[in-house]
């Protein structure tokens, strides 16, 4: 996949982050790390098929992220109509609304994750692994099924991730696909929501903050969705709702994360730090002893300061480090599908 280069600079004290908003037709807005170099915007195919596109970059170039790809299409799943009109699974053929359709069965986030990093991102992707996120997508139905009773229809939503190395690199993509049906039949499916990142290995923290952070703060502009549903016969009611309503689950993710954070930090509180000197992380590195931590490695090379009162560390797909059991087991499978073990 390639990165644009014509990039627009946030200029703020390290640390911080700032809000990013649309420039080419003030249609959403995501918060990314301070001082990143940042392009994209809305790109539409048809008039009613925008995309929300976000690039970015680190200052350093250690972290490339995106959000989005203007050449995902709307897919309809095969029936016996589509089998009798001779389309078989995989064409394109036009719609209704001008725009092009693919005829394509209906495929996981997961699903959706690996194939892009293959066909996108990096077609030479190495120790490619994931699957369902299990309480994304447990998340995202429960917001998302009232939703679309209440316009009709039936709706089933699939989260995923994956992770892989690309030569150098380490690489993420999460994707949330949903199907819709409606009264007649039909079943159409669509790539909601995709975004990830390449990064260097000792980069891969920084990248998932930042990944994470566009995720849960994507938001509409209503003004702009007004504007869309004069054009579109009303559509932006749904899609205000069912983009919340994503942009809710992934928060809940991310409040978990601050969760394991904040206990580790109130961990730390309770070391004694006369005790810190004698203390190493069996990595090379010493415990520090003014902040209670240490500095662990998975076998993908990312690495993460983390509380050293705990013994058992383990990496999930997107590089973020979470504590086992004493026992030394993973945490539950629920959470990730590529936990790998801290040393």
């Known amino acids: 996949m390639v990165f644009s280069t014509a990039l627009t600079a946030l200029a703020q004290p390290a640390g911080s982050s700032q809000l990013w908003q649309d420039p080419r037709e003030g249609a959403f807005s995501v918060q990314l790390p ?9 790109v539409r195919k048809t008039r009613i098929e925008p995309h929300y596109i976000v690039r970015a970059q680190s200052p350093d170039g250690g972290v490339q992220l995106f959000m989005d790809d203007p050449d995902l299409l709307i897919h309809q799943v095969p029936d016996r109509r589509s089998m009798a009109m001779g389309i078989r699974e995989g064409a394109h053929f036009p719609a209704a609304w001008g725009g092009t ?22 077609t030479h992707a190495t120790q490619l692994a994931g699957g369902l996120a299990p309480d ?50 039909i079943s159409l499916w669509v790539i ?33 969705l007004e504007a869309l549903a004069r054009e579109s016969g009303d559509i932006a009611g ?12 992934v928060m809940e993710r991310a409040k978990a994360e601050q969760a394991v954070a904040a ?3 109130a961990s730390r509180v309770a070391q004694t730090r006369a005790s810190a000197a004698k203390h190493s992380d069996g990595n090379g590195s010493d415990y520090n002893q003014w ?24 990496s999930d797909c997107s590089g973020t ?11 539950s499978p629920s959470a990730s599908t590529c936990w790998h073990r801290g040393h």
């Open 238 to 249: 749904n899609v205000i709702r069912e983009s919340n309503a994503i942009t809710q689950a």
């Open 101 to 122: 359709m693919i005829l394509d069965r209906f495929r996981s986030g997961a699903d959706v994750a690996a194939m892009y990093v293959r066909q996108r991102l990096c």
């Open 321 to 331: 480090f979470h504590p086992g059991a004493e026992s030394g087991a993973a945490p």
């Open 192 to 224: 909601y929501r995709i975004a990830g990142y390449l990064a260097r290995p000792q980069s891969a923290a920084a990248a998932n903050q930042a990944v994470q952070m566009a995720l849960a703060s994507f938001q509409m502009n209503p003004a702009w």
């Open 136 to 185: 994304q997508t447990r998340a995202a139905n429960a917001y998302l099924v009232p939703i679309a009773a209440a316009e009709g229809k039936q709706l089933r939503a699939d989260a995923g991730e994956v992770e892989f190395r690309c030569g150098d690199r380490l690489g993420y993509v999460h994707a949330v696909t949903f199907q819709v049906w409606d009264n007649q039949g």
């Open 263 to 265: 206990a580790a930090s």
């Open 291 to 314: 902040t209670g931590t240490k500095r662990v490695c998975d076998d993908l090379d990312r690495c993460q300061p983390v509380d050293a009162s705990v013994t058992n560390w383990w």
């Open 34 to 42: 301070a001082g990143w170099l940042v392009s994209g915007g809305t």
